[in-house]
């Protein structure tokens, strides 16, 4: 089973950037960055296959790059941009299910 480790997020003004790392402990494939807001069911974000194609949600697409690199097992995710309503435990996984354990998530705050 692989494990997947988050990491980069933080308290970020609006306007800011963040960029999240994905540490996977083995080889992956077409994977996704989701996030969940307090009260709100997790929604997937972005994707990317090994080969480096992705697909993004309307609400960050122009502000948000995923992007991957095999050597490492990684996933990132370059937020720019950064509105108070992307606010949430930011998580990677593998897409499509059946998905690997969740991680950690890491947070992501953004707040004058």
């Known amino acids: 089973q692989v494990q997947l480790v988050e990491s980069g997020g933080g308290l970020v003004q609006p306007g800011g950037a963040l960029r999240l790392s994905c540490a996977a402990s083995g080889i992956v494939y077409t994977m996704g960055w989701f996030r969940q807001a307090p009260a709100k069911q997790r929604e997937s974000v972005a994707t990317?296959?090994?080969?480096?194609?992705?697909t993004y949600v309307d609400s960050v697409k122009g502000r948000f790059t995923i992007s991957r690199d095999n050597a490492k097992n990684t996933v990132y995710l370059q937020m720019n941009s950064l509105k108070p309503e992307d606010t949430a435990v930011y998580y990677c996984?593998?897409?499509?299910?059946?998905?690997?354990?969740w991680g950690q998530g890491t947070q992501v705050t953004v707040s004058p």
């Open positions: 996984n593998r897409v499509p299910p059946p998905s690997y354990s």
């Open positions: 990317i296959t090994r080969g480096g194609t992705t």
